[in-house]
């Protein structure tokens, strides 16, 4: 017997599911989110690169959400290439407390933007005061009714990262036709 690939599988979703959002989605869904690094924890040089675990608040402050505040965590690595990979899990709770549940994964920065590996470990380390763009994509979940649309979507995020200041700006828009 024959297994089934993930892009059969994905395909096949998609065309049973279709690719448009519910009857309530506003017609461009998308939000701002103004983020603050709080804390990074530096584990190290792992084999793979600079693993580093960062934690920050942030408030969405534009479109769908507006007004929910939250905490997260991303667990950072940053290549040998200046290639940072994000994978970030964050929780927040909207104006009416609803709670939301957000996965993000992306990539920032370029061997010409980001000091070597080596540079972050040092004590006297300054970190780049230029925003770094980024991007990546994003899943959201919610119990939400008027907002049960979005787990069934993914959102594509663009923005950027600065080091020195720890402010992230990212906007999201929905993936869905």
């Not at 040998?80 to 407390?97: H, K, S, W």
């Not at 008027?146 to 990212?170: W, Y």
């Amino acid at each position: 017997m024959k297994k089934l690939s993930l892009s059969f599988c994905l395909a096949a979703t998609i065309a049973i599911t279709g690719t448009t959002f519910a009857d309530d989605a506003p017609a461009v869904p998308y939000l701002t989110a103004e983020i603050q690094s709080t804390t990074q924890n530096p584990i190290g040089l792992v084999p793979e690169g600079l693993r580093i675990d960062g934690h920050s608040t942030f408030v969405i402050t534009d479109g769908l959400f507006a007004g929910t505040t939250g905490t997260a965590i991303d667990y950072t690595l940053i290549r040998p290439d200046g290639v940072a990979i994000l994978d970030g899990r964050a929780y927040g709770l909207d104006p009416e407390g609803s709670p939301i549940a957000i996965t993000l994964k992306g990539f920032y920065g370029d061997p010409t933007s980001m000091p070597p590996l080596e540079a972050w470990l040092d004590p006297d380390f300054v970190a780049p005061d230029a925003e770094i763009p980024l991007h990546g994509a994003a899943w959201f979940q919610t119990m939400a009714p008027e907002h049960a649309f979005v787990n069934q979507t993914v959102f594509g995020f663009t923005g950027t990262i600065n080091f020195a200041t720890g402010q992230i700006r990212l906007t999201y828009r929905s993936l869905a036709e």
